[in-house]
Each structure stands twice: as C-alpha cells, then as structure tokens.
C-alpha cells in the first residue's frame, strides 16, 4: 500500500525533543536569503516541531551518492567517554548554530563549516563540572538585533549572535542564573549551613512550598535522604530498610537486562524505526534500527541495536536517522523502510539531525556525540551534501 503524498509519520524507539520558537529578523552580514521554511531555524525545524523539510534536492534515487560536505570539531570531548552532544542544530540565514560537547556556543558557515565565533560559558562563571547536556540554542530576532539564547550549567546566556559576546543588557552581564526565584523550592546549596538533620526530616515529612511532603517514606529513610544532602554519614538503623520493611524490591541504578555476552536478554528485534499512519491507527512499516556486525557475520538476521535520538522525514521521500549504538547515519526511503544509504560517523550520533539548503545546496548534518551505551565521545558536527 503506497503512502499518500503527505509527509508520513515516523516514530523512532527513543526521539526526545524540546520544541522551541523563535521570532526572526533579518541579518546584517548573512549570504543571499533563503526562504525559512528552506532552513532549520528552530530545534526541530519548525514552531510546531514536526522535523520535516520541504527540502528535496537529495531525493530516493540520488541519497547514494551523499559525501561529508563538511566536518566541525568543538575538540572538547572528554577522553573518559562520559561526555555527550544532544544539540539539534539550528541554521538562520547560512549561518548555523549548535552547542559543543562542552557547552560552548558556536556559529559556522552553514555551507563550509568554518566557524564564526565561539563563546565559552566557563569563561563567564559557568561551573565546567556541572554542565551536562542539552538540546541546543534559540535564535531571536527583533528588528536588526539578533540573540542566541541557551543554557549551561545553571545560567541562561544571551549572545549577539554576529558576534558570540554576551549582550549587556539581558540579566546580569549577559546571564540570568536560573533558579526559583519565588521561592518555592528550598535550594540544597549550601543546605549544611542553614538546617540539622531534624529540620530536613521535618520538611521531608511536611513538604514546602510546591515541594511534596515525603510522609510516605518510613522515618528511617526520610532520615538516611537527609544524611545525604547534607553531606552526612548514614544513620545505622537506617541502613537496609527497604529489605526490613518487606518491599520486594529496590533500586540500585540504571541497570541493563543482558545475557552473558552483553547483548539484551530479550528476542530481537533490540531497536526499531516504524512509520504510523496517524489517520488509521496503523504500522506501516516497523524495520530493525542499527546493527551488530558480529552477529550478523554470525548469520543473524539484523537485531537493531539501542538507540537514541530522532529521525528528519524530507520531501525528497527519505528518513535521516543516526541514533545506534554502532554509530552509523542512515537514510531510509520513507514509503517502506528500505535502507538506501548510510555512513560511518566519528562517533554515535546521539542526537536529531537538522536538513537546510545553503547557496543552492541541501545538506544534512548530525552532532557525532558519542558516550552512550559504552561508546566513546566524541566532539564533531558533520554534514552530508551531494557532490558538486
């Protein structure tokens, strides 16, 4: 049964989005314009973050022949593989922006890949050790003034975006610490300092503000939580009340389901990418997503592997996905789930992909993040378009 001719519906095993919207401007100092829906001008590629493009230069019948067009390395992974990127890539005017493994702000020539500014949010107070993840940046726009707003650590920085350097007038110096700022969270810093041991006991049990109160817990526990933001030692009567107070079971992390060889102790498939049609409620297509070569050397019919990350669902008729832990970007013909194309990437593309056209060309590009799953990190951006 064909599709019709309405973009479908493509639903990967894990796809996390945050959809965020952005007011534009023109640029000062930007390439010939294109038309916005033409670009990927907010994280998911439009308001309603529905990840598909208009876009259909590179169709079915010529993704074979896609090339790296180019590659942009932050070259601030960490070495110790526990540092990601889950940045979804946002372009404006030929210019794209993204956040490193690092949390630094960038901003590249959508076409070359050659980079614009840098900021660095250590540099301006960010704790380096606390910075995490996120999903990527917010262009703004008012008349010819243009921001990039994103987070790091605890701050929300406003960036020129010509330049990278913190707008003045937003918050404090160009940064607004995030927070609770009416107070209805009692913050644990610095917690030691303020309360003992019975006055978080005490709030556990009654909550605060918009904060639950905790009476469920048996008063052991609430009194080993209480040890443990402040920094204290476990009370011993504390110690093993899940297994005194006849729970079944306890949580001791983020723990695998796997069989001896480290592979899921479950029937294959391990990971999958499937197409709903929205209307009737029905799978079109479910194909595995991702691979052991091993195996598959082994003879086993293709597992899928674990994945994350979203897919983009072009008008060219395809279905850009990176996501699997044997990280490679794939490109599936949207009508059946066929593989059509698919590349080697320095490191797990852990992340959305975004499709834009840039002086006439279409191009695709993916943040190679790495550190999930037990693979390394990595720090690069790279993007795919068809040869010249």
Known sequence: MNLPPRPAAVVSLVALSLALGAA???AADAPA???PEREWRVHGGDPGHTQHSPLAQIDTGNVKRLVVAWTYDGGDARAD???????????VDGVLYATSAGLKAFALDAATGRERWRFDPAAAGAEETALGVNRGVVVWGDGEERRVLYSAGRYLFALDARTGRLVPGFGRGGRVEKGDPQGQFPPL??????????DVVALLEKGKGVMPAFAFLPRAEREAVAAHVLGEAEPDHAKGEAAQSGRPYTHLGYNRFLDPEGYPAVKPPWGTLNAIDLDRGEIRWSVSLGEFPELTRRGLPLTGTEHYGGPVVTAGGLVFIGATKDERFRAFDKRT??????????????ATPATYEAGGKQYVVIAAGGGKMGTKSGGSFVAFALPD
Not at 81 to 91: A, F, T, Y
Not at 337 to 350: I, N, Q, T
């Open 24 to 26: 534009l401007g023109p």
């Open 33 to 35: 314009r294109v038309a």
């Open 81 to 91: 593989g526990r540092s990601q990127i889950q940045c979804n890539p946002v372009v």
């Open 189 to 198: 810093t610095g917690l030691a300092a303020r309360a003992k041991r019975p």
């Open 337 to 350: 789930g066929r593989v059509l194309w698919e590349a080697p990437l320095p490191a797990g593309g852990y």
